[in-house]
């Protein structure tokens, strides 16, 4: 077999056999394809797609490039949440300790920013000492002793996946249904969960900006992921504004905190974040009803165990704990700016993909596969959509490390507020629910 002859052949809409695919991977892991081809072949790919049979035999060579997690011995049922990424979802820090203080084991195993959406390890690694690189028996043990662990792909575990993952986001091919389906379900069967809630988003802030690819990718998802044994629902969510108040990764992480420790915080970040939480138990059998399960996340959330969870997963995972425990002390960027309204009325729009751009350009996202990321930059959204502005009211204030950022991403983030007199029209966060059973409104 030859690359090229690999290349040429999906150029020109052909279906790669079993053999190509799995020897595909297993040059590329070796070293012996470099990126520039394989960046060739995601192209290809992208724009000719993949049937579900190469989808599956994808998924599976991309298992098979590393190690799976043995979590035989873990009585609890193993169940997963992930996030096909927007621009503030940080929901993963909420639902992953509520579940495990509710006797569900969450092997979540996560990615890194994605283009303008942000990615769950980088969030957590925005923690001083937490880390990501855990061994296989280091994840099982920590599930087993408290329920959780948080990692990311490795040399052991689905290697595939990282390289291809860290190539997809520089290279424009990150929009593509059978290469996100592979690059996600690849981690949750390796990890060793039985269950797992999807959490697909649609709109500006989404990889997928209609309705219509989101729930093209839902119901593959799905599918395949049935097909290779977990039991797996999707929720189609709306990301046309960012989710929660803050944007950037210890900004991110400060808000899930502050919403741990009870104090008040946005609304859309807090009930996305109770109704996966519900769902993640009603799939793990834990209870019987959506409405037990809901009532069972409140009072783990109100109650403070969510947040001794979280610590105590942090603990173990080497993060220091007085940032945790006194977010005050986390050093602070150099430079903030903040945005005031020019007129009164309400916030009729706001942006999520200006918004996630003007992140990037502040450092807190990648804009080469090599770029190192600004833990302290990002937004804090002190209006959001629906709001009422006076004249002279902060919206949002940007922060960076680098004053020269301002110069890209303050004209986005103010072009990313559009104000009215009218108070405009709600959408709903929650679109619909799907499962092997078909799609269904979602009227919680």
Known sequence: MHIIDIITRKQAGSELSHAEINWLIKEYISGRIPDYQMTALLMAIYFQGMSRRETVDLTLAMIASGSRADLSAIRRPKVDKHSTGGVGDKVSLLVAPIAASLGVAVPMISGRGLGHTGGTLDKLESIPGFTTNLSLDRFAEQIAAVGCALIGQSDEIVPADQKIYALRDVTGTVRS??????????????EGAESLLLDVKFGRGAVFAEVEGARE??????????????????????????????VGNWLEVRECLDIMAGKPGSD????????????????????????????AAEETLSSGRALEKFIEIARLQGANLSVLEKPDLYPQAEHCQTISAMTSGYVQDLNALAIGKAA?????????????????????????????????????TLYTSQEANFAESIPLATAAYQLGAQTPRRSPLILSEISEAGEKPWTE
């Open 360 to 396: 990037i350009y502040l450092g807190a996202g990648r804009l080469r596969k090599e770029d190192d990321i600004d833990n302290t930059a990002g937004l804090i959204l002190h209006k959001k959509r629906g709001d009422s502005v006076q004249a002279g009211d902060p919206i949002v």
């Open 268 to 295: 859309d970040l807090r009930e996305l974040s109770m109704v996966q939480a519900a769902l993640m138990l009603q799939l793990a059998g834990k209870y019987a009803s959506y409405t037990s399960a809901r009532q």
């Open 217 to 246: 990718l839902a119901i593959n998802l799905v599918a395949i992921g049935s097909e290779l044994g977990m039991k797996v629902h999707a929720l189609l969510t709306n990301m046309d504004q960012p989710l929660g108040c803050a």
């Open 177 to 190: 249904i059978p290469l996100i389906t592979a690059s996600i379900l690849s981690k949750k069967v390796a």
